[in-house]
Structure formats: C-alpha cells, structure tokens
C-alpha cells in the first residue's frame, strides 16, 4: 500500500469519435511505489509523454482512473490539478523551460512565490537549491547565461523547490552532450537516494542502469516490467 | 499579492518600447479627459458664479410682507433666522438686506428706495465689480454713507462729498454708481449696520440665500419653505435650468470626446497584452506546470495591463492639469478652467477600467492555455 501512484486502465484517446480519431495511451496500468526510480522507454510517439503528462496532473486521461497518494484525481477541476502540480510534483523538461525573463534564483524561487510562500523563507530555500546543484554563484544569471547542463541543473532545483512527492522528468539529458547529460543522471541518482521518488521519459540507456525498473511502452501500451 | 506586481513589472519592462507606446495612447486619452473636463468645469464655475448674482440665489422674505419693498415693518428675518438659514444643508452663504421705501410720490412711485447691504457682500445686490461712476464704494458696516444711483444723484444734483439727510442724521455721498448699473432710477444703497440704527430696525427685509449648487437651487427652495413655515422662498429657477443643462451638454461632450480617444487607448492596450501573451505562451505553460492556477495568471495578465494604464493615467492626469493650468493663461474665458479632485479621481478610474478592459480578453485567453500545447509552444 506504499503506491504513490497509482494508474488503471488509463486510455488517452484524441479527437474522439471523428475521423482523425488518435488513440495514444490503451489500457495502461501501473504502480509506483515511494522512493523508486522508473525509467520509461519507448520509440517517439509511443505515448510516454503523453502517460507523464497524465500522471503529472498536466493532462487529463479520456478514461480509467489515477491515484495520487490514494486519491482519485480523473475528477478534479483545473484549479485543483495545479494545486497538485504546485504542491506534489516536480517537472524536468528536455527543453529546461526556464522562465527567460527571471534570473536563475527567481525561477527557483517561482514555484514557492506561486504557492505564496513568505518571501524570505522562499529566497533561503531557492539559495540552498542552487547551491546543492552546485550553482550557488550563479544566482543572479540569466538563463541564457548558462549552459545547457547548467539550466537542466537549475530547472532541477526548481522541480524540487515545493518538496515535491514525485518529480517527472521527460528526457532530461536528451539535449544535453553525454558528460553533462551524466552529471544530470548523477545528480537525479543522489537526489534518488535521499528519498525523492522518479519518473524519467528517456531514451537514455545510462538512466537505464540506475533505475529501480525500466517500462517500455509501444503503442500505448506497457510491455515489459 | 505583492509578489504578483513584482512580477508583472518585471515583465512590462521586457519590451519597454511597446509598453511606453501603449502607456501613451492610454496617456493622450486620459490627458484629453482631464484637459477637456476641466475646461468644462470651468464654464460651470463660472456659470455658477455668475448666476449667483442673476437669480441664482434664493430670496427669502417674510410671508407676511407682501414683497420684498415692504419688507421692514413685519418682517420676521432676525439673526438668529440668519443663523439657521446658514446652517441648512445645501446652503452656501445667506446675505441679509433691508429695504426703507420714502415717500410716494404721486404717478411716479417712492422718491427713493433704500437698500441696506452690507458693504462686503453688496455685490449681490448691485453686482458683481460695481461700476461706479465717480467716487468709492462703500466701505464699513457702520458708516454714515451712501452710493446714489446715478440718476438719483443728477435728479438731485448731488454728487461725491455732499451729504443727505435721512432720519436727521447726516450721510456722506461717497460714490456714484454708473449709467445703468441700478435697475431702479431713485436706488439709493446704504450700509446695512448704519441702517439698522439709523431706522431703529431689529430684524431684515429679506435675505439671499446663495446654494452650494446652483442646480438644485429649486429644490433647495423648496425645503426652506417647508422647513420655514413663515418664510416665502423664491428662485429665478428658468435661467438656473437652463444654464445647468448647458453645463451638462458641455460635459457629456467634452467627456465624449476625451472617452473616445481614451477607448483607442484601450484598444492599444488589448493589442499589446494579445501579443505580449501569443510570446509567452510557452513562460506561461511553464508558470501552469510548476502550479499556477487559471486566475492567477488570469490576475497576473490584468495586472499587467492595468499598471500599464496606470502609468499613462497618472502621466496622462499630470499632462492634463499642466495643459489645464496653461489654459488660464491663454484665455480668459477659461480662467476658473481646473482639475478638480473628482476629476482626477474619476480619470484615473477610468485609466484602470480601461485596464481590465483591454486586458480580460488577453488575460482570459492566457489563462485558458493548455499547459502542455503551451510548452511545446517554440
């Protein structure tokens, strides 16, 4: 009963009912216990993303059901979806989709300031954030400052700003060259180890080696656990 | 809250240039309000002004007398009548007067007519910037003096530094009003305080009584008579109408038009905030997936648009009161031209309607992306 997820008989279907109907997800059931770290393989347009983004709150499935924490959240509105995102999950992207405009502190701190978070206490902990990814002296920079090892690692502490239950990475090293994408792998491995549970969309097979267990989908389809 | 505003600064200022323009047209709209209607107050000012000696004052008398000449004798104005007239709600100013009829004179009427006024406010009776034909007006409330019509004094020969004599005390003729400044040819203006010891008089002819608003003037008479039930209260209502509709018209219109051009600046603002959004479409799926809900980036999109309006408000209601104040210079029927606080206000609230206005649709828009269409968004 330790599931923090908890997904059945998921179908995630697009333009229903007319002629360009898509069906991407079929029937996908799974469980994902505390403190694991999942790995989910699969060709481009196999539906992994599209399974993340349901799990994440960011996309509603067309049928069956996803528990978070044990609660039924097919349901809930838009508002309580991004409370969701806001307070239990974390995102990665293979883009960073770092917020250009703010400094590296600031996206850290965005989480935090949209959950009204008192002021200090959020400038404190975006600090210490950026400091366990080593960026502490890049407070003040600009995204388009760093590079991309350098983003990915701030997009990180910002996944991790709310203390989130479940951080959802969607090939976080795929635009990244091998030895920083590493370092990115290392760093999702120690945060791993300290309790922090992961679902990682990768083609990366040096995730593979880390992860507690490895899903493939192919066409929409979990098949082998 | 606070760190909403921090963040919609921040990214108003991401494109200075489009945020100022668009602050501009705002600017030039709210400056064409704020200039316009203080012309427009202006012209009611001084309409105001001047109706208060045309009829726009009431003129209050005792019921018993039968018209404001026979006033003295069973008059009931004293000053303690005074003072609760002062006191009523809508009333600016009460200035009494009294009248001393002298003998009639067969087929021509009274050889004189007194009327006693106090020399501070005797501008509401003989009115406003008396024309004096020779010699000064008069001075205190207690001075032995007399202002002659001028036709009094040519009909009599008198002319400044005679005296006269009324009730065995002599006056002094100080001055001599122009050719057609009184409506009566034997009008002879006196002050009130010597009159009244003079005559041995303990209470008033009659009284004006100035409005706060000359266009509630009738009404305002109306509660005196209901209130007083021995007083009779009488208006000049017709031109008071008439001038406050004028003043309305010129109101709606010069409002019209600095609306107009203040709605193109809304316009501009929608125009601004749509593209602004359609850039950051991806920021804004990003602000969704880490948790922002649908209103608080609804709320942060109108913030933006409103501050931005705000600035040109605020810059707008500045240019407005300097333009305003310029104006009194150039004309002088534009002299009472001013911004009032109301008017101020009033533009500002505008400004930050215009804000939500222009912005909604925006905001709206941003607020209902999907987060992951948003994202993907390059």
Same mark, same amino acid.
């Given at each position: 009963?330790?599931?923090?997820?908890?997904?059945?008989?998921?179908?995630?279907?697009?333009?229903?009912?007319?002629?360009?109907?898509?069906?991407?997800?079929?029937?996908?059931?799974?469980?994902?216990?505390?403190?694991?770290?999942?790995?989910?393989?699969?060709?481009?347009?196999?539906?992994?993303?599209?399974?993340?983004?349901?799990?994440?709150?960011?996309?509603?499935?067309?049928?069956?059901?996803?528990?978070?924490?044990?609660?039924?959240?097919?349901?809930?509105?838009?508002?309580?979806?991004?409370?969701?995102?806001?307070?239990?999950?974390?995102?990665?992207?293979?883009?960073?989709?770092?917020?250009?405009?703010?400094?590296?502190?600031?996206?850290?701190?965005?989480?935090?300031?949209?959950?009204?978070?008192?002021?200090?206490?959020?400038?404190?902990?975006?600090?210490?954030?950026?400091?366990?990814?080593?960026?502490?002296?890049?407070?003040?920079?600009?995204?388009?400052?760093?590079?991309?090892?350098?983003?990915?690692?701030?997009?990180?502490?910002?996944?991790?700003?709310?203390?989130?239950?479940?951080?959802?990475?969607?090939?976080?090293?795929?635009?990244?060259?091998?030895?920083?994408?590493?370092?990115?792998?290392?760093?999702?491995?120690?945060?791993?180890?300290?309790?922090?549970?992961?679902?990682?969309?990768?083609?990366?097979?040096?995730?593979?080696?880390?992860?507690?267990?490895?899903?493939?989908?192919?066409?929409?389809?979990?098949?082998?656990? | 809250?606070?760190?909403?505003?921090?963040?919609?600064?921040?990214?108003?200022?991401?494109?200075?240039?489009?945020?100022?323009?668009?602050?501009?047209?705002?600017?030039?709209?709210?400056?064409?309000?704020?200039?316009?209607?203080?012309?427009?107050?202006?012209?009611?000012?001084?309409?105001?002004?001047?109706?208060?000696?045309?009829?726009?004052?009431?003129?209050?008398?005792?019921?018993?007398?039968?018209?404001?000449?026979?006033?003295?004798?069973?008059?009931?104005?004293?000053?303690?009548?005074?003072?609760?007239?002062?006191?009523?709600?809508?009333?600016?100013?009460?200035?009494?007067?009294?009248?001393?009829?002298?003998?009639?004179?067969?087929?021509?009427?009274?050889?004189?007519?007194?009327?006693?006024?106090?020399?501070?406010?005797?501008?509401?009776?003989?009115?406003?910037?008396?024309?004096?034909?020779?010699?000064?007006?008069?001075?205190?409330?207690?001075?032995?003096?007399?202002?002659?019509?001028?036709?009094?004094?040519?009909?009599?020969?008198?002319?400044?530094?005679?005296?006269?004599?009324?009730?065995?005390?002599?006056?002094?003729?100080?001055?001599?009003?122009?050719?057609?400044?009184?409506?009566?040819?034997?009008?002879?203006?006196?002050?009130?305080?010597?009159?009244?010891?003079?005559?041995?008089?303990?209470?008033?002819?009659?009284?004006?009584?100035?409005?706060?608003?000359?266009?509630?003037?009738?009404?305002?008479?109306?509660?005196?008579?209901?209130?007083?039930?021995?007083?009779?209260?009488?208006?000049?209502?017709?031109?008071?109408?008439?001038?406050?509709?004028?003043?309305?018209?010129?109101?709606?219109?010069? &409002?019209?038009?600095?609306? +107009?051009?203040?709605?193109? =600046?809304? !316009? %501009? *603002? /929608?125009?601004?905030?749509?593209? $602004?959004?359609?850039?950051?479409?991806?920021?804004?799926?990003?602000?969704?997936?880490?948790?922002?809900?649908?209103?608080?980036?609804?709320?942060?999109?109108? &913030?933006?648009?409103?501050? +931005?309006?705000?600035?040109? =408000?605020? !810059? %707008? *209601? /500045?240019?407005?009161?300097?333009? $305003?104040?310029?104006?009194?210079?150039?004309?002088?029927?534009?002299?009472?031209?001013?911004?009032?606080?109301?008017?101020?206000?009033?533009?500002?609230?505008?400004?930050?309607?215009?804000?939500?206005?222009?912005?909604?649709?925006?905001?709206?828009?941003?607020?209902?992306?999907?987060?992951?269409?948003?994202?993907?968004?390059?």
């Amino acid at each position: 009963m330790n599931n923090i997820i908890e997904v059945k008989d998921v179908k995630k279907i697009y333009n229903q009912g007319k002629p360009n109907e898509l069906i991407v997800l079929k029937d996908i059931d799974m469980k994902i216990k505390k403190g694991e770290m999942i790995a989910i393989f699969g060709p481009s347009g196999s539906g992994k993303s599209t399974l993340l983004h349901i799990i994440g709150c960011l996309d509603r499935a067309t049928k069956g059901k996803v528990y978070i924490e044990g609660k039924d959240v097919s349901g809930l509105s838009d508002d309580e979806l991004a409370f969701i995102r806001r307070d239990k999950m974390g995102f990665v992207f293979q883009q960073f989709n770092l917020v250009s405009a703010l400094t590296t502190l600031e996206n850290v701190e965005l989480p935090m300031r949209i959950s009204n978070m008192n002021r200090e206490k959020t400038r404190k902990r975006a600090k210490e954030l950026l400091k366990s990814v080593d960026l502490g002296e890049r407070l003040n920079h600009f995204p388009r400052q760093l590079s991309g090892g350098e983003m990915q690692r701030v997009a990180m502490a910002r996944a991790l700003a709310n203390e989130p239950d479940v951080i959802l990475a969607d090939e976080p090293t795929g635009n990244l060259d091998s030895k920083t994408g590493e370092e990115i792998v290392n760093l999702m491995v120690k945060l791993n180890k300290k309790g922090y549970t992961f679902i990682i969309v990768t083609h990366d097979l040096a995730i593979a080696k880390y992860a507690s267990r490895k899903l493939n989908i192919k066409d929409g389809k979990i098949w082998r656990r | 809250m606070n760190d909403l505003i921090d963040l919609a600064f921040k990214n108003i200022l991401r494109t200075k240039t489009r945020t100022g323009l668009t602050a501009f047209g705002v600017l030039i709209g709210i400056t064409a309000i704020v200039a316009l209607g203080s012309i427009s107050e202006g012209i009611n000012a001084m309409i105001n002004e001047e109706l208060q000696f045309l009829g726009g004052t009431i003129i209050v008398t005792s019921k018993e007398a039968s018209g404001i000449m026979m006033g003295f004798g069973g008059s009931e104005i004293t000053t303690e009548r005074l003072n609760e007239l002062e006191s009523f709600s809508g009333v600016k100013q009460v200035v009494p007067l009294s009248f001393v009829v002298g003998e009639i004179v067969p087929m021509q009427g009274p050889e004189y007519v007194i009327v006693g006024v106090d020399p501070d406010q005797q501008e509401f009776y003989v009115g406003k910037g008396i024309e004096l034909d020779s010699g000064r007006e008069l001075e205190s409330y207690n001075e032995f003096s007399v202002l002659l019509s001028y036709q009094y004094a040519e009909e009599h020969n008198l002319e400044v530094g005679d005296t006269i004599e009324f009730e065995e005390e002599d006056f002094e003729v100080v001055g001599v009003l122009g050719p057609g400044v009184a409506d009566q040819d034997n009008l002879i203006v006196m002050p009130l305080g010597a009159m009244m010891d003079v005559y041995d008089l303990d209470s008033y002819g009659a009284a004006y009584v100035v409005p706060d608003d000359v266009g509630k003037i009738e009404s305002l008479a109306e509660e005196i008579e209901d209130d007083f039930d021995d007083l009779s209260a009488q208006t000049q209502a017709e031109i008071a109408n008439q001038a406050s509709q004028i003043v309305d018209t010129i109101r709606i219109f010069t &409002l019209g038009i600095g609306g +107009i051009s203040a709605v193109v =600046g809304g !316009l %501009g *603002v /929608m125009n601004t905030m749509i593209m $602004s959004i359609m850039e950051r479409r991806r920021e804004i799926g990003i602000m969704k997936a880490v948790g922002a809900t649908n209103r608080f980036i609804l709320t942060q999109i109108l &913030l933006e648009s409103v501050i +931005i309006t705000l600035i040109g =408000g605020v !810059l %707008g *209601v /500045m240019l407005g009161s300097l333009g $305003s104040y310029s104006l009194r210079f150039a004309s002088e029927g534009l002299a009472h031209a001013s911004v009032t606080p109301q008017l101020a206000i009033g533009s500002l609230l505008f400004a930050t309607f215009l804000g939500l206005f222009g912005g909604f649709y925006p905001a709206w828009k941003a607020a209902k992306l999907d987060p992951i269409e948003a994202i993907r968004y390059e």
